[in-house]
């Protein structure tokens, strides 16, 4: 009786945490979508703010295997919020910036790898992750094209995200289509 009783207490605990859960990542969702209404209007009138569904992939000759937005993680078995989108390459590909900027951070980011991070100006910034070796350095001024770095182990795609005033907004609707 008592180890019944303490199965359905696990039971609804588990419950709960997933109901907690589920609904931290709708209010993300939420908080992101009504941001990004927010900023986007006053930001789109600045020079990246023009290149909106103009601006090239990081890389040429990629499969998208991972999306913007709420995801499975089958390594955790939660639903999680993606900030940015995966990319699938061969080894050694050129990273390239999207746009023109500077490189606010290049290193080694727990999670993210070998990262490069471009400040493109007007509170925007794409970051470029898993990358196998970047070439640029903190401070390097780079061009539309320049490559960045190169893409690293085939296994793990390149990860691409773009941030206005550090909220994540979905980068397939900046990307060239």
Known sequence: SQLENYRRLKSAEAQVEGLIRHFNTRKEI???RETEREVSKAMLSGEFGKLK???PYPVDGFRLVGGFGKAFDAKSGLYVFKKGIDL???FGENVKAISQG???FAGELPGYGQVVLLD???HFYS??????RVVKKNNDSVKRGET????GDSTTPLYFEIRSRN?????????LN
């Open 102 to 104: 500077k490189v606010a």
């Open 148 to 151: 960045l770095g190169l893409t």
């Open 53 to 55: 569904g103009k601006l």
């Open 30 to 32: 939420q908080r992101t």
């Open 88 to 90: 699938a390459t061969q």
């Open 127 to 132: 970051l470029y992750g898993h990358m196998g």
């Open 167 to 175: 909220v994540a907004v979905n980068p397939l609707q900046w990307l």
């Open 120 to 122: 493109h100006g007007d």
